[in-house]
């Protein structure tokens, strides 16, 4: 009986980018609630580059039409994100 190796799969690419867009609104949380200056520079770095594009493309955004920027500016780098890890697990597997 011949029993065929598995390979080692990753996840859907749509899960990957949950996971990601759930780490970015982690290190954005964080940012916000905690007191050592160190946590903040993830969740600084990441306000900073939606505020880049908030301020040169769409100056005058705020309430709810922000937020919605923000979300979508999340989804955009975790897309991002997870092509540039599944390009980079690709070149060291293969």
Request: net charge positive; glycine share 6%.
């Amino acid at each position: 009986m011949v029993i065929a190796a598995q390979s080692r799969r990753l996840p859907a690419f749509g899960v990957k980018v949950v996971l990601a867009v759930a780490v970015l609104a982690g290190l954005h949380l964080l940012a916000q609630v905690s007191t050592v200056r160190l946590l903040q520079i993830p969740g600084y770095l990441i306000m900073a580059g939606v505020d880049l594009i908030q301020n040169t493309v769409l100056p005058g955004l705020s309430g709810l039409e922000f937020d919605a920027l923000y979300a979508v500016y999340l989804v955009i780098v975790a897309v991002v994100l997870t092509l540039l890890v599944r390009a980079v697990y690709a070149r060291t597997t293969a």
